[in-house]
């Protein structure tokens, strides 16, 4: 992408002093990217100047993890959070793959731990296991198979069993509850994001505004999603606004979602409601020319949990994509 490009994707949301302010330290990234052979991958969440400044590959968790195991470079910087570059981890084992900030962790990843795992396989035997690419290495390698905002119901359908373990996102599953005829057996994890959002913000908006269409993610509690016009992962978010030719269009999601979107849909007026994700947010242009330089903060895996986890990724890219992952 040439400056003048990039410029006016910034000028949406960036005064003029903090776009020149921003632009040498983009531009330095991009250096470094070539000199180290280095993809960096970017998430929808990622604020604008690291998503559209210095991100070679940007979309959802499901397409990033793609990207991930594809890739030649020899490293991998992955923007977004820690879960995430975990994922690349488990997928391109013999890379380097950095994050910017090893703090940048998720609700959902935190709400459960292999132990919670292995209790549940012994209360349900037999029972398989879905679980959120939302959490950690350690309980991707307790799973059967991952899933993600875009494929959940495809996976869970996938599976011969009557009754599936669904972790660890409780509204997740209660979405996915209303697409398959299994019964899902629950943990009440939550993303700290998605859950503050009521559907009486739903309400008032579409009080104030014609031409409306709502797009909320999978996330949020069911009486939510069923306000809306449409759920889906972030990328499928963005494709639906492609789709539709409302005026106004309520994302009800993290905050930089739009904030990234407002460029490519100029003819379109973003109604402005948002949640912030702390985690999300750790990922700034600083942090990502650090860990460029300095080649840090490298994502370690014992060998016997990338083994077993990438076992559940490879299932999941094989049923979304259908072929080896
Ligand atoms: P997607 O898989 O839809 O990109 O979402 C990831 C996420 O963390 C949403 O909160
Ligand atoms: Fe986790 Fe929610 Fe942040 Fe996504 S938005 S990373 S699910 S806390």
């Known amino acids: 992408m040439d400056n003048q490009d990039l410029i006016q994707k910034l000028q949406t949301v960036y005064f003029p002093d903090e776009i020149e302010r921003k632009l040498p330290l983009i531009e330095e990234i991009n250096r470094l990217k070539k000199e180290k052979n280095a993809l960096v991958l970017g998430h929808n969440y990622m604020t604008p100047d690291v998503f559209h400044g210095v991100s070679d590959i940007m979309g959802d968790s499901l397409y990033l993890s793609k990207v991930a195991s594809e890739t030649d470079a020899d490293i991998i910087l992955f923007n977004g959070v820690h879960f ?59 799973t059967d198979i991952c899933c993600t905002s875009a494929n959940a119901a495809q996976i869970v359908n996938s599976l ?33 994001v998605h859950e503050l959002y009521k559907k009486e913000d739903i309400d008032l908006a579409r009080k104030q505004f014609d031409d409306l269409v709502v797009i909320s993610h999978p996330e949020c509690k069911d009486d939510v999603v069923d306000a809306s016009d449409f759920a889906g992962s972030t990328s499928e978010m963005s494709n639906f606004i492609g789709k539709s030719e409302a005026k106004n269009v309520m994302l009800i999601t993290e905050c930089s979602m739009g904030d990234n979107l407002r460029s490519k849909f100029p003819d379109r007026h973003f109604v402005s409601t948002c949640q912030t994700c702390p985690h999300m947010k750790k990922i700034t242009l600083e942090k990502v020319r650090d860990a460029l330089l300095k080649e840090q903060f490298e994502i370690h895996l014992d060998d016997e949990v990338i083994s077993k986890a990438q076992l559940s990724v490879r299932r999941m890219l094989e049923v979304s994509y259908g072929k080896k992952g």
Not at 101 to 126: F, H
Not at 161 to 186: C, G, H, M, R, W
């Open 160 to 192: 011969e069993s009557d009754q599936v373990i669904f972790l660890p996102d409780e509204y997740l599953a209660s979405n996915v509850q209303k697409e398959t005829k299994k019964k899902l057996i629950t943990h009440p994890g939550r993303c700290m």
């Open 84 to 142: 995430m570059a975990e994922t690349a981890k488990i997928l391109s084992p013999q890379k380097k793959v950095l994050i910017g900030d090893l703090s940048a962790g998720c609700s959902l990843a935190e709400s459960i731990n292999r132990a919670d795992v292995i209790a549940l396989k012994k209360q349900y035997p037999g029972v398989p296991v879905v679980t959120y690419v939302n959490c950690s290495a350690e309980v991707k390698a307790e």
